[in-house]
Every structure is written in C-alpha cells, then in structure tokens.
C-alpha cells in the first residue's frame, strides 16, 4: 500500500483515516509512503465528507464498507491489499481543480 500511495497519490497529501490505530497502521505508513494519515475521525460521516470534498483515504474493507454505506459504486480504489484500501470519490473526480491521483493501471 505504501507504494501505491508513493505513485499514486499527490505529494503533500494527507490521507483521511477511519480508525487505523497509530503504531500498527499509521506509523508504518508514513515511514514508508512519506504521506502522513489523519488521526482517526471515528465516524463514517465525516470521511465520507472528505472524499467528497476531494480528498483521499486509507481504509480497512470493514472501514470502507462503514465509508460507503452500500454505494460502492461511488468511491474509485485506486489500490487494494489485503484488507486495505486506498480510495476517493468518483464524484470529486469530476469537481474541476480537484488534486486527484490518476487511478493505478491494471
């Protein structure tokens, strides 16, 4: 995930974080993709709002699942492993100016 998030997502950017504790998922993280994740936000809604707003996330499938709310169809992943996600919002995509990644080639 760390070089997905190196190639795939804008430098600077921080990603929003649904409940990644610190020490397991974060620390190692920014160690080894240099973009550093929020504190946990605990709730759906506001990183839901964040994607919505252009921004992007590092979820578990649970969180992402939580995130999404059954419109799976509305978040792009733009990389998957294990039970991680890094993802945005197909919505956001199309706001004009929007810092978004191009989505990882299959």
Known sequence: MAIAARTQVPPGTTLLNLDAGYWKTVNQFLYYSDHDITQPLRDPALVRRGLQEGGIALLST?????????????YAVIAASGVWRIVRSRAASA????PLPTPARE
């Open 62 to 74: 649970e969180g992402f699942a939580r995130v999404a709310e059954g419109d799976t169809a509305a």
């Open 95 to 98: 706001a004009p100016g929007a």
